[in-house]
């Protein structure tokens, strides 16, 4: 996990990687955020889509705004529902007139976040609520581009990429970053989907990839590649200390992440715990409370 360039970051400056992107980067900053979310403007005729508006931040609301100019804002796309992502929406809809389409919105089973307890679904943004929802292979159009939905969940259920179609770009959101691995969180992330999702973008042919978080990435196929590995040899590094004995997901952080920044810890026992759940479904190992041994 690298760790953020410099200071300073370009926050509230409008990037311009390709003739048809934008880019506008949060005063949001974190652990979980590198230098903050990246929101994209796709389109150079007036009439634009803006991908994941980030925090409901009046800052950044402020400052799509200015990169936005006079061009008409068509869309407003959100790739998932965490509340460094979609929140903004409303604010940038309310200011624009734009429909907000996208991502489904999550209804979740109150039972199963019981289960998991009270903060489940802390991270999600409960108040969104979608224009119109994005089938897999649906596409939103302007003058001269046409982003296309690549559902991809995993690191969430209702995470979708965009696809621009005319220069082989593609927005992946949170499923794939720039700085770091998808931490995937249960009860709604989900491993096996994840490894599915990243299988799918590995077919693809896309150009470059532009994340929420982090740098460009030039070379996506080769990235996805050692992302599958790098899950790989976490799945097996679990399976070899559950061959020495039972174990709790807590129990294997500080033997499979040396070094990691501990405000990281709950996010990387979770990446083992969906890692347990997927195993668990393929009867490479079992749980009794909440110790885990090999099937």
């Known amino acids: 996990m690298a760790g953020p360039p410099p200071k300073p970051w370009p926050t509230g400056l409008a990037e311009q990687p390709e003739p048809l992107v934008r880019r506008v980067l949060a005063p949001n900053p974190s652990p979980y955020t590198y230098t903050g979310t990246q929101t994209y403007i796709v389109g150079d005729a007036g009439r634009v889509a803006v991908i994941d508006p980030g925090p409901a931040d009046e800052a950044h609301i402020a400052a799509i705004r200015g990169a936005l100019g006079t061009a008409e804002v068509?869309?407003?796309?959100?790739?998932?529902?965490?509340?460094?992502?979609?929140?903004?929406?409303?604010?940038?809809?309310?200011?624009?007139?734009?429909?907000?389409?996208?991502?489904?919105?999550?209804?979740?089973?109150?039972?199963?976040?019981?289960?998991?307890?009270?903060?489940?679904?802390?991270?999600?943004?409960?108040?969104?609520?979608?224009?119109?929802?994005?089938?897999?292979?649906?596409?939103?159009?302007?003058?001269?581009?046409?982003?296309?939905?690549?559902?991809?969940?995993?690191?969430?259920?209702?995470?979708?990429?965009?696809?621009?179609?005319?220069?082989?770009?593609?927005?992946?959101?949170?499923?794939?970053?720039?700085?770091?691995?998808?931490?995937?969180?249960?009860?709604?992330?989900?491993?096996?989907?994840?490894?599915?999702?990243?299988?799918?973008?590995?077919?693809?042919?896309?150009?470059?990839?532009?994340?929420?978080?982090?740098?460009?990435?030039?070379?996506?196929?080769?990235?996805v590649r050692g992302m599958i590995g790098h899950r790989r040899q976490r799945e097996n590094q679990i399976l070899r200390l559950l061959g020495e004995g039972p174990l709790a997901a807590a129990d294997f952080v500080p033997r499979m992440y040396k070094g990691l920044d501990p405000r990281l810890h709950g996010a990387a026992e979770m990446s083992v715990t969906a890692h347990l759940l997927d195993l668990e479904r393929r009867g490479r190992v079992a749980r009794s409370g909440d110790r885990w041994k090999t099937g």
């Open 74 to 223: 068509v869309a407003i796309m959100c790739t998932h529902t965490h509340r460094d992502h979609s929140p903004g929406a409303r604010p940038l809809a309310a200011a624009t007139g734009a429909p907000v389409v996208g991502c489904a919105p999550l209804a979740f089973d109150r039972e199963v976040l019981d289960a998991w307890g009270p903060r489940a679904d802390a991270a999600f943004d409960d108040a969104y609520a979608p224009d119109r929802v994005m089938e897999d292979g649906e596409a939103m159009t302007g003058p001269g581009w046409t982003l296309r939905a690549v559902h991809t969940p995993g690191h969430t259920s209702n995470h979708l990429c965009f696809a621009l179609e005319e220069t082989g770009a593609l927005f992946t959101g949170d499923h794939v970053m720039g700085w770091s691995t998808s931490v995937v969180v249960p009860p709604d992330g989900d491993m096996g989907e994840y490894m599915a999702s990243l299988e799918r973008l590995h077919e693809r042919d896309d150009r470059v990839y532009y994340p929420a978080h982090g740098p460009a990435i030039e070379k996506p196929r080769q990235l």
